[in-house]
């Protein structure tokens, strides 16, 4: 599992989670800020453990975003 680095806005822990929705796509996959809330792209796909990496790889990326 890819580490999930903190929050890009608040530097709070950043923490992955899945809609309880589980449709004919799998589940849906994100990456949230425990603190301010805010989310990070929502992955569905039809394979769990690669929407949860695509989800953690999404969210590290803005995470490191200079600007
Ligand atoms: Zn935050």
Known sequence: ???LKP???C???AELRHTDIT???G???YVTCTKCL???T?????????SDE???EAWNRRATKDD
């Open 7 to 9: 929050c890009p806005f």
């Open 11 to 13: 530097g709070g822990d």
């Open 38 to 40: 805010i989310k990070g």
């Open 42 to 50: 929502m992955i569905n796909i039809s394979f769990k453990y690669s």
């Open 54 to 56: 695509r989800a953690i």
């Open 27 to 29: 589940r849906t996959s």
């Open 23 to 25: 449709s004919e796509y």
């Open 1 to 3: 599992m890819n580490e």
